[in-house]
């Protein structure tokens, strides 16, 4: 038996408090595309914040933990996988395990608990032949699962086989966005009307997760007038009014994403030992418009470093509308690394309400996860098919 673990994005986990009598949620995960579409445009609103020690919500009676996964983005694809799986006598009846976590966290301490939970399979399954577990990840699930690896002190024995989808290495601009004016788009107009938009990206300002997302690849963030490229993991470099009136917290936190970007952190993938790169296939998306690059003020309206949000429209380059191709497809080299392309409209619907935050409906990633996950070997050999990845319209290639 080769077990399936399943390792979703950020905010794809539905928070609620345990604390209560009927656990109220803090955060809904998108479920439905009529109960995305509202929660885009009238909430959800979070307003815990995390203690200095990001371990614990700020409310001295609020404990949070982890609830369903969210159904549009992930049920589908996964059900159909698993109906693909039972088709094949090797892998009939074969498991796949949800990994919700609390996406608000470090992935360090994500990646702590999700050792955890592998050894509580492990326990579990004893009895089951179990050979291995295989892991699926999405977007942000692919740095916990990183950071797993970097706990497991050079002992794979327990990995089969290893499939990324969009996962963002060397983060996206769009965190700091995040950071600088809340939500964005019709959410964050209508939490300005009302006062939230301020309480909203305060909140996620203290947040592990969203820093961890930060965009740490070449020239992600330049001096608007001399080009000079600013390190985020530099406090000098910070647009100073998000962190001055929360400057103990802010250094926490700006320490805990240097131990994220350090060989302790973040397991730098290249370093893996070459069987078990063999068995890992990474999936990105590339030609949609992504913002790749924003430009900073030394000083304008009296703050130093302002950030310039209508320079986004300057730094726009490929990718899968969240994650910039520079951030995802840095182990190319290394590891087995797909491109999806961005198709048009009558396509695939998908790819036009959120290429990333869909990114497993798109009927070509899952061909991939099929046929990769529904063979033994490390590189599958489709009958008809010279590249087991390839699809007709040659719009997946190998980078």
Known sequence: MKPIIFIPG????????????DFNFIWNAYDTLGTSIMTSITGPYIKENLQLNPLYDEGIETIIERNHIAK?????????????????????DTPIYLFGYDWRMSNMESGKRLKLYV??????????????FRFITHSMGGL???CYLNLLNDDYSKIDKIIMNAPPFLGSPYALVHMVKGDGGLRSILNWAIGRNEDMRKVIRTYPGVFELLPVYKNALVYKDTRQQLDILEKKY????????????????LQLLKDFRSPNGLKNLSELPKEVRAKMVIVVGEKDKTYTQL???????????????????NGI???DGTVPFVSSSIYAKDITTLAVKKENFFDEISNNLDFHGLFLKDSRVQNIMERYLTK???TPKIEGLKDWWQVPNHSVRKV
């Open 10 to 21: 950020i905010q794809a986990t539905n928070l609620v408090n345990a604390n209560t009598f």
């Open 72 to 92: 549009l983005p992930y049920e589908k694809p996964i059900l159909k996988l698993k109906s693909k799986l039972n088709d094949c006598p090797p892998f009939k």
């Open 119 to 132: 050894e509580y399979l492990t326990h579990k399954l004893q009895g089951q032949n179990v050979e291995g």
């Open 144 to 146: 916990v699962l990183s």
């Open 238 to 253: 910070w647009q100073q009014n998000i962190y001055d009136d929360i400057e103990t917290l802010f250094d926490a936190r």
């Open 295 to 313: 430009e900073i003020h030394k000083k304008k309206y009296g703050i130093a470093n302002l950030v310039d949000l209508d320079s986004l429209k």
């Open 317 to 319: 380059d490929s990718g």
């Open 376 to 378: 033994e070997e490390a």
